[in-house]
């Protein structure tokens, strides 16, 4: 079964937010990157791509057959997702390990597990 891991930043601090990045210990910077270059390299991980702050999202939506746009997204901003994974595993449970092991999930974010329908 293949799962997406759907990374929400929440609160956890991250290098785009230079002055609360600064607040996090170096060791702990450190072992923030290390721990995602460990996901990227796990077996059945296809690692995905850090995404834009949300404020840079345009939303498309079709009314009537005409294309509405709208600058930003719909959720609040500590709601929104920074980025990916993909994980092909055996079961639930072995994505449930890869996403604790996501740094945001232990520094005030959360990771969404969902599986992904194959057409």
Do not use: C
């Not at 079709?62 to 294309?67: K, N, P, Q, S």
């Not at 055996?90 to 599986?115: F, H, Q, S, T």
């Amino acid at each position: 079964m293949k799962y997406m891991l759907l990374i929400h930043q929440g609160t956890a601090p991250t290098p785009r937010a230079p002055e609360e990045w600064a607040r996090v210990p170096e060791e702990e910077q450190k072992a923030v990157y290390a721990d995602y270059q460990a996901i990227n390299q796990t077996p059945g991980v296809s690692p995905g791509l850090q995404l834009e702050p949300p404020e840079t999202a345009t939303t498309v939506r079709v009314e009537d057959g005409r294309t509405l746009t709208t600058d930003g997204p719909f959720v609040a901003v500590k709601e929104a997702i920074g980025g990916y994974f993909l994980f092909d595993a055996d079961d639930l449970d072995a994505a449930i390990e890869i996403a604790a092991r996501v740094p945001a999930a232990r520094m005030g974010g959360a990771v969404e597990v969902r599986p992904i329908t194959e057409w």
